[in-house]
């Protein structure tokens, strides 16, 4: 029932782009995008809002597709410090649970 | 700013024994939640809640309780701790529905 989240894991040289998508099969009022580092606990980076509205975040960005109910996390010449699991959260229409996605483990190779 | 506290953020309980993980927030925030997470794995929603007074089951509600008799704090009790609840716990907090959640710097507990 948790959106699914593709790629599972990726692994990156320093500079490279990175795209990591966040499927559900039901209606979603938005979506949040999370970092997570080894050992801490996860850090909220965007919200993305209904209508495709991108909020940005250093060179990390992120597009919602209300039709399809996915939305896209873009990571920009990507830094070591991005390095991390990334996890997409969201709230059912007609509930109030905050759920998270399956999460994608990256890894930024200098 | 203190944000979400957890305590205690390590803990070791034998089968059979209970305890509460307890969660604050001083930021008056009406939503929180608990969830737990187990090595490499993803975050599973145990309880919420969406104000004083207002409670609900999440996917893993099985042997814990919660309650929130003031805005601030979020408890969350394990009734009889079983080997399958060691885990890391989190609390986190959010202001409304579509706002994103702080994250407490967890609980990371070992039931033998």
């Known amino acids: 029932q948790q959106p699914v989240q593709s790629p599972q894991a990726v692994i990156l040289r320093e500079g490279e782009d990175a795209v990591i998508n966040c499927s559900s099969s039901?209606?979603?009022?938005?979506v949040h995008w999370y970092r997570q580092k080894h050992g801490e606990a996860p850090v909220f980076l965007m919200i993305?809002?209904?209508?495709?509205e991108q909020k940005g975040h250093d060179k990390i960005s992120a597009s919602f597709n209300e039709k399809k109910q996915q939305s896209s996390l873009y990571l920009t010449a990507s830094q070591l410090s991005y390095s991390g699991t990334y996890f997409c959260?969201?709230?059912?229409?007609?509930?109030?649970?905050?759920?998270f996605g399956t999460g994608t483990r990256l890894k930024v190779l200098a | 700013n203190a944000g979400v506290t957890q305590t205690p953020k390590f803990q070791v309980l034998k089968t059979g024994q209970s305890m509460t993980l307890q969660c604050a927030q001083d930021m008056n925030h009406e939503y929180m939640s608990w969830y737990r997470q187990d090595p490499g794995m993803g975050l599973r929603l145990i309880h919420y809640s969406v104000g004083a007074g207002i409670t609900d089951q999440g996917e893993v509600p099985n042997g814990y309780n919660v309650s929130r008799s003031t805005t601030e704090d979020f408890p969350l009790r394990l009734l009889s701790a079983a080997p399958s609840q060691t885990s890391v716990y989190f609390c986190?907090?959010?202001?409304?529905?579509?706002?994103?959640?702080?994250f407490g710097s967890g609980t990371r507990l070992t039931v033998v």
């Open positions: 986190a907090s959010a202001e409304g529905a579509n706002y994103g959640y702080t």
């Open positions: 993305l809002l209904k209508g495709g």
């Open positions: 039901k209606a979603l009022y938005s």
């Open positions: 959260g969201t709230i059912y229409r007609g509930t109030y649970k905050y759920i």
